[in-house]
């Protein structure tokens, strides 16, 4: 029996070969059956483009009536863009003018750069003299007494003529006593 086996073994794998290209139809209607929905689709794409026969000769006309428009416009813009176009003439005009006046406020520019350097100077020399008439003052205040405190001046003459001692004893016992006052004797 094994000699039947070996030799039905070998008969299956013929007949598996012979039999392997009528398979391929079989495979061939999977894919088939797969692309169906594509064949629809075009089918319906078909029936929707069968009137766009009738438009064509309407596009044509379309396509031609277009073009003669192109044509105009092209001329209008070439006219446009010339040499000799008065537009193109004025903004050239224009443009010379422009660089002309940019050359004459120019050294204006920097002169008034300049001012205001000399501005922002002046103002900081205006501050430092204020700042010295605000010590002045202070100094003229304290020592002529115009504070409410006995300035130095008073302060000389009660020394050199001996007058208001009483005064001046207040003024610097009263720092120390801090506030209270003590009877003259």
Do not use: F, Y
Not at 81 to 95: K, P, Q, V
């Amino acid at each position: 029996m094994p000699a039947d086996e070996a030799s039905g073994g070998r008969n299956d794998s013929v007949l598996s070969s012979l039999l392997a290209p009528l398979r391929l139809p079989e495979r061939v209607l999977d894919a088939l059956d797969e692309l169906r929905p594509i064949r629809i689709e075009l089918v319906r794409v078909r029936e929707q483009t069968k009137p766009l026969d009738d438009l064509l000769p309407a596009l044509k006309d379309l396509e031609e009536a277009l073009s003669s428009r192109l044509d105009a416009v092209t001329e209008v813009v070439s006219a446009l863009e010339s040499d000799e176009s008065h537009l193109n003439r004025t903004t050239n005009d224009l443009g010379t003018k422009v660089t002309e006046l940019s050359d004459t406020l120019r050294p204006v520019a920097t002169r008034m750069t300049t001012i205001e350097s000399a501005i922002q100077e002046l103002a900081v020399e205006v501050k430092a003299m204020s700042e010295t008439v605000v010590g002045i003052k202070d100094d003229i205040q304290r020592t002529t007494g115009l504070r409410g405190d006995r300035g130095m001046m008073e302060r000389a003459r009660d020394a050199l003529t001996g007058g208001n001692q009483e005064h001046d004893r207040l003024d610097t016992e009263a720092p120390a006593s801090e506030g209270a006052k003590e009877e003259p004797k």
